[in-house]
């Protein structure tokens, strides 16, 4: 779905809680902030010369799936607001649930200054890897086809460099 | 129903079988012998990550030598993918993938000066049944040979009079007269592995999926294109189903660097390509439940 530009509709189907929303967005606005953040960082990082390692989390934490399940389906939006350098900034959210999973989501983008526009914009690209999907122990999945688990000698390797990266 | 299974290491990961059929004990343990020796050949051919297989000694001796019986399905088909991709898709990125710290010690850290792989016509004369490499190179398969394992376990078991299995290579799979019909298999996403994007159903066919996001170091992942020696990143994940787990495992890594087209044309398989931000392109055959929306 395309992120949504226009101004928010009438809310359709707001059910009975103002917390869900509430509990998104505040997700949402961490995420934000982090992307914010993340954006921040190659210039200030150029004297860095130890090698960039990354690696990925296996267990990372939880989205916010887990703590929706007691929601009703329907559509839901908020408004999210949070504090820059340029001064106060707000993001718009709307989702979609149903069995208490996000089924579909878009993000307004709201803020008025080129920063932060373009840092909402870059948000609105890629939250939604956080957002959507479902929970394998939930679905109750014998098999899932993905990269392969990493062989036990390329993961100490990698701890190994981070720690004398570190010293 | 019972479910015989059992697991093993190989190809550096966790491979796990299960077999639907009932089975003894001593059935079992005996086809377990064989699929893990059947394993243990398969390495000390074909891993470059086993500096006594027959593949590095190979490149050592430099001399024309008999290939084993097993070698024509994937030495032909790396040689029509580096034909067909332009020599985008080539077992000689091996040598790179070890000057960049990808080497049997994991070393991970790349050398200061990294070299373009050979061309295959430089490097290797193949000429079935006989091989000989022409340079120091090492050859790796690491983008279809757990593929073809799945292939060959697959054609043992059914040799041994099991018919209904589902072979699990690390998320690489191989599922034969399953039990319900079809199997449902999740679709792992690749920022968040406690997490599905989606859920295909499955039978008499292989399932394979690449995705940059565990084996990485430096500025890589474990797929290079040769030419711009670096690793793709505009594609995070790629899914391919096709009977064969050979096609389907390196259709997966293929698709990270050619156009689709160039490999449909070639061969048949489905897929599902999920890019950076999310959104994705698939075959029309690629009949899957997916949580994500374009």
Known sequence: MEENHSEPESKPDQKNSNFLPMAVVFVIAAIA???YLSQQKPATHTTNTSPAIEITNEKSSDTVDTVVNTYKDGDY?????????????????RIKLEKGIIIDSSVEIRANDPPSRRFQQEFAKNYKQFVIGKKIDDLNLTKVAGSSLTPKGFNEAIAKIKAEAKS | MDINNFTFEATGTVWQIDIYDPVSKKIKAKISDLVK???DNFEKKYSRFRDDSWLRKISRLRQKSKLPKDAKTIFDLYQNLYKITNGIFTPLIGSFMEESGYDSNYSLIPKISLHHPPTWKNAIEYNYPYIQIKQNVVIDFGAAGKGYLIDIIKNLLKDNQINSFCIDAGGDIYVNNH?????????ENPKNLSEVIGIIYLNNASICASSGNRRRWDKFHH?????????PTDIIATWTIAQSA?????MSTCLFLVDKSILQNAYNFDYLILKKDF????????EAELFLKN
């Open chain 1, 33 to 35: 902030i982090g992307v």
């Open chain 1, 77 to 93: 939006e908020a408004l999210g607001q949070y504090t820059t350098p340029g001064g106060q900034s707000e993001i718009g959210l």
């Open chain 2, 37 to 39: 020796s059947e394993a």
């Open chain 2, 179 to 187: 039990p319900t019909g079809k199997m449902q298999i999740g679709l």
């Open chain 2, 223 to 231: 797929i290079i294109n040769p030419q711009t020696l670096s690793s």
């Open chain 2, 246 to 250: 050979l096609i389907a495992d390196a």
């Open chain 2, 279 to 286: 959104s994705f392109e698939k075959s029309s055959g690629f």
